[in-house]
């Protein structure tokens, strides 16, 4: 699979999420909401079990999940925001499995990270999203956005992407001269 780039149009993001949303195709809702609002790798996200976000007994969503990343074998603890719980509320009735993002074909596993590319390429495709746009994608466009709205310090960033240096995040990202022209040209300081 080749370099992802962000979507850097948050209009697009949502797009993309509602192009799942009209079809009524709630798995695939899910997926882009939760993989734009954790800023979690594919993998992980894949790994998504319900009892990792839901209380059978209690009969409520967590506030928080809390998982061992599959490539950096770090825990992270990560808020469950309004969108998510919005699109779990959904999804939720229609469970089939285990996992969130389970496979209407194989009862009990969840899609692959494969299955997961087509979902996400085939919406893109179809919406008319420019760019090298795949699953991963979301993950890079949270840290994007969180970046460029300037209310994320870059440290937390780098933490939640698990990344050593300010220079990776950066490049990560795909900070280009027009988000460094922005900067310059919207200054206000007097």
């Known amino acids: 699979m080749a370099a992802t780039e962000p979507i850097r149009n948050k209009k697009q993001i949502r797009q993309l999420a509602e192009y799942f949303l009209k079809r009524g195709q709630l798995r695939n ?5 939760l ?3 954790t800023a979690l790798r594919i993998s992980d996200l894949l790994r998504l079990r319900w009892d990792d976000v839901y209380d059978e007994g209690r009969g409520e969503f967590h506030t928080h999940v809390t998982i061992v990343e599959r490539k950096t074998k770090k825990t992270k603890t ?3 925001n309004k969108e998510i719980i919005k699109a779990l509320r959904l999804l939720h009735p229609y469970r089939r499995s ?3 993002f389970a496979n209407n074909r ?4 969840a899609i692959s990270r494969v299955q997961a590319w087509r979902i996400i390429r085939a919406a893109v495709d179809a919406i008319g999203i420019a760019g090298k746009v795949a699953c991963h994608s979301l993950r890079k466009s949270w840290g994007y956005h ?16 698990n990344h050593s240096n300010y220079e990776t995040t950066r ?3 795909g900070i ?8 310059y040209l919207n200054m206000s300081l007097f």
């Open 29 to 33: 809702y899910a997926l882009v909401v």
């Open 35 to 37: 993989g734009a609002y």
């Open 78 to 80: 990560i808020a469950l």
């Open 98 to 100: 285990a996992f969130l």
């Open 106 to 109: 194989k009862g009990g596993k």
């Open 146 to 161: 969180a970046w460029t709205s300037g209310n994320v310090s870059p440290v937390v960033i780098m933490d939640i992407l």
């Open 171 to 173: 490049r990560y990202l």
């Open 176 to 183: 280009a001269q027009d988000d460094l022209d922005r900067a």
